[in-house]
């Protein structure tokens, strides 16, 4: 053979070992990029199965008040999964209490949201509408302000009664529109709020969210709602601030708040009337004074002055800087609530569809007090001979703190457009409490024995 044509065939043959390599590099190449990805998603599809897996099963730590709420919302239904298809017969239990618990039973009744219908003015309200045949839903978040053992002991009264109470915060949108979508509420009763002036200066914040924001956010479900609900809602007799003009006339200057609580409800009666005027809603505001009565919240003076002279400890009883009597226009809670239904009864239906205002639509706003300020120390009398008991009486100047050292309401103006006359007084009101008081916590005190006559149930 030549010796060209063996270095001819030596070169093919180096040429085609030399390619079969490439191609076995290049088919491993394909072979590792493959496995590769398999590699990659079965670690990525590793990851997400664990992933969910830590999501169902942790539980992160919380405080009292984030697991408290979150009890609350597994006790009533209202977690986002109420409205998924894995919790549809709870959710058709709980529409079913909400339809219910609307439907007025008297012809032409009204259906009626109470907001803070677990607190002191809510559930009185709320029995008195369904006693005379209304449908009534509550509506409350069951805050911790104070003992919430009181707040469920008045949600079992209003049970007995048919009153069913969802459990939720005002500043929930879906939850009112979720609300709203089932029931046309003819009427909005807005009792919810942040309430205590000194308590404002600890937490200023809870006042922003509930009387503000909570407010706000009422009001715009409510002016989207087809029909608009007519809306009486809860001011303040804090609003007149430093007004120095008695008795108190709702003509009178409120733009001098003393407390963040009273700025926080002016602003509430500026914001009704942009959105009366905007958006067309009925809204009524009723400037309360001094509720008290059985039920009542154990943060006011006459309850825990109650509860200081029963347990034998001393009391501060507050003088003005001018050392004069700090006095109030006690109300006691009956007058209140036929105030509150007065206003109801007699509130004209909103003028908007579907958040358009159609026409003029009425803004009212109403002191509901009892017209007779006592001084604080009368009170104290009144307290002591109930319970038989002298009280420890400290006297103190009054702290800077947003308290006002006089009240007084003119009430002419609510007597006028819907019959509003208080009827009781301090004596009689406090007597009414002392023995719901007593019978409540279980207490034997030397109570000061009265006739018949003044028997009355809690």
Known sequence: MPPSATAADTSKTVKLERYNSYLRKIHSTKVLNASSKVLFRATLLVALVLLLLFAFNYHPLSDSRAAASHHLHRRSFLSTGIFSSSSSSSSSAWEKHVRQSSTAKRQHGLSVLVTGAAGFVGSHCSIALRK???????????????????KRARQNLLEKQQVFIVEGDLNDGPLLRKLFDIVPFTHVLHLAAQAGVRYAMKNPQSYISSNIAGLVNLLEVAKAANPQPAIVWA???????????????????????????????????????????????????????????????????????????????????????????????????????????????????????????????????????????????????????????????????????????????????????????????????????????????GIQPRVKKENSHADDSA
Request: with cysteine; hydrophobic share 30%; net charge positive.
């Open 132 to 150: 005379r045949g209304d449908g009534v839903l509550g509506f409350d978040n069951f805050n911790d302000y104070y003992d919430t053992s009181l």
């Open 235 to 441: 001011s303040s007799s804090s609003v007149y601030g430093l007004n120095t003009e008695n008795p108190f006339s709702e003509e009178h200057r409120t733009d001098q708040p003393a407390s963040l609580y009273a700025a926080t409800k002016k602003a509430g009666e500026e914001i009704a009337h942009t959105y009366n005027h905007i958006y067309g809603l009925s809204l009524t505001g009723l400037r309360f004074f001094t509720v008290y009565g059985p039920w009542g919240r154990p943060d006011m003076a006459y309850f825990f002055f109650t509860k200081a002279i029963l347990h034998g400890k001393s009391i501060d009883i507050y003088r003005t800087q001018d050392n004069q009597e700090v006095a109030r226009d006690f109300t006691y809670i009956d007058d209140i609530v036929k105030g509150c239904v007065g206003a109801l009864d007699t509130a004209e239906k909103s003028t908007g569809s579907g958040g358009k205002k159609r026409g003029p639509a009425q803004l009212r706003v109403y002191n509901l007090g009892n017209t007779s300020p006592v001084p604080v120390g009368r009170l104290v009398s009144i307290l002591e001979g109930l319970l038989g008991t002298k009280a420890k009486k400290h006297l103190i100047k009054m702290p800077r703190n947003g308290d006002v050292p006089y009240t007084h309401a003119n009430v002419s103006l609510a007597y006028r457009d819907f019959g509003y006359k208080p009827t009781t007084d301090l004596a009689t009101g406090l007597r009414k409490f002392v023995k719901w008081y007593v019978g409540y916590y």
